[in-house]
Structures are given as structure tokens and as C-alpha cells.
């Protein structure tokens, strides 16, 4: 049986996508609710949508299991196993659904802004429910209370997140395409 082979470039890929979530992540505005403001799911996002559900996904879990371990990688430059059963830790958790409805409406080289939207639009609902639930589920505050420090906050900010992966991913497309022909002629 002939072993399927995992291109060096694949490899990565993934491994700059999980940088750049590993950078993006820390950069973090504090909110009184406990859960912050973060580029995390920017990265995350972008990450689905430019690599697919698959390969989003790994490098999502790179990121995951670097803050696990201890590299400061998550919000305001925490890490930890501490981080993932805290009140943030069903927001962090979400990320890998985030990743896969992200890139799950985007096969082949076409990029579709709706198919892109509708992908992390439902990945942010998802998102929302998980860290909303775990959060309730820490905290035992009212479903009031839990939304307004977990969801209500983000809206706009997500939005805008959402519209600068769609202005953004047709560009980075591009460009690794591009790469990809170079690679190929030489």
C-alpha cells in the first residue's frame, strides 16, 4: 500500500498559519465581563478560510497545544491548561469550529465572499455557544448577565473581523498562487 505523502508546503502553511494565530492571539483588550477582546478569531478565520477545514484545523491545534504546554500564546499572553478550564476556555475550545466553518464553504480556488461569510458566521455561532455555555457554566451567572459579557460585546467587532478576512483572503489567495506557479516553473 502506498503511503499518501504530506507535502513540504502543506506542512508549511499550517505551521505559518498557526504563527500567525500564536501572534495574533495575545494582542488583547481587557473587558470587565472577563472575556477579552482579542485577534484570535481574526486568525482564526483567516486561517479556515485560506488553508480549508482540514488544514486550518491542524494549525489551529498547533496553537492549542503550544498554549497548553505553556508558551504564552492565548489572550494578554497567558498560557496554560489553567487558561482552557477557565471562564475563557469554551471561547478558546471554539476555535476549532471556528477554523472548520471557516473553510468549509471554500473548495477550490474560487473564493465566494458569501460562501466565505456564511463559513464564519456560522463558525462564530458556534463559537458564541460554546464559550457563552462554558462561561455559564463557570460562573453560574444568569443567561442576562453571561450574554452581555459574552457575546453582545463582540458583535461588531467580529463583523468587522469577518469583513477584513473577506478583503484580505482574495489578496493572500493571490499571492500564494502565484508562489505556487513560480514553484512550479522553476
Known amino acids: 500500500m502506498e503511503q499518501k505523502k504530506f ?3 502543506r506542512i508549511a502553511l499550517i505551521a505559518v498559519m498557526a ?3 500564536c501572534v495574533l492571539s495575545p494582542i488583547a483588550i481587557p473587558l470587565s465581563g472577563g472575556v477579552p477582546i482579542s485577534l484570535a478569531t481574526f486568525a482564526v478565520m483567516l486561517t479556515g478560510v485560506l488553508l480549508g477545514p482540514i488544514d486550518g484545523a491542524l494549525a489551529t491545534l498547533v496553537f492549542l497545544l503550544l498554549g497548553m504546554v505553556g508558551v504564552p500564546v ?4 497567558q498560557a496554560g491548561l489553567g487558561v482552557l478550564f477557565g471562564k475563557t476556555g ?3 475550545l471554539g476555535y476549532i469550529p471556528l477554523v472548520l466553518c471557516s473553510g468549509l464553504f471554500l473548495r477550490g480556488k474560487n473564493f465566494s465572499v458569501w460562501k466565505a461569510v456564511g463559513g464564519m458566521l456560522l463558525g462564530t455561532v458556534i463559537l458564541y455557544t460554546f464559550g457563552a455555555v462554558w462561561f455559564l457554566i463557570l460562573t453560574h451567572a444568569t443567561w442576562k448577565l453571561v450574554l452581555s459579557a459574552t457575546v453582545l460585546p463582540f458583535l461588531p467587532g467580529d463583523a468587522i473581523k469577518i469583513l477584513l478576512v473577506c478583503l484580505l483572503a482574495p489578496v493572500l489567495m493571490k499571492a500564494l498562487e502565484k508562489m505556487k506557479a513560480r514553484k512550479a516553473i522553476a
Do not use: L
Not at 492565548?74 to 499572553?77: I, Q
Open 90 to 92: 469554551g471561547f478558546i
Open 19 to 21: 504563527a500567525v494565530i
Open 7 to 9: 507535502p513540504t508546503e
Open 74 to 77: 492565548f489572550s494578554s499572553y
